[in-house]
């Protein structure tokens, strides 16, 4: 596997898929609390875009999921954790981040 233009050998190959791997099912897990929030429990066959599909309207506009003031905030702590709607640059402690774009 080559990493930043240099090629990595099976040792740090493994531990870079480990941490990868670990990173990815830290936020499967992040997603499954969401997910409960919505649907009322943790069922692995909960997909999550059906969970939360796509936004018909902006957010203001978007009629009201109905979640209790608990839930609301809960999901807010979750969303938190992915850096969604943060005020702050918040720095990750994670190993490794995928950056898109």
């Known amino acids: 596997m080559k990493h930043e233009g240099r090629?990595?050998?099976?040792?740090?190959?493994?531990?870079l898929k480990q941490n990868i791997e670990a990173y990815l099912d830290e936020r499967r897990e992040w997603m499954?609390?969401?997910?409960e929030i919505y649907a009322g429990d943790r069922d692995r066959n909960h997909d999550p875009l059906d969970v939360f599909p796509e936004p018909l309207a902006?957010?203001?506009?978007?009629?009201?999921?109905?979640?209790?003031p608990g839930q609301e905030n809960v999901l807010r702590e979750v969303a938190g954790r992915f850096g969604?709607?943060?005020e702050a640059d918040v720095v990750s402690s994670a190993d490794y981040q995928i950056n898109e774009g």
Not at 32 to 35: E, S, Y
């Open 7 to 15: 090629n990595l050998n099976p040792n740090q190959d493994l531990h």
């Open 58 to 68: 902006v957010r203001g506009e978007a009629p009201d999921p109905g979640l209790t």
């Open 32 to 35: 499954g609390d969401a997910v």
């Open 84 to 86: 969604i709607g943060g």
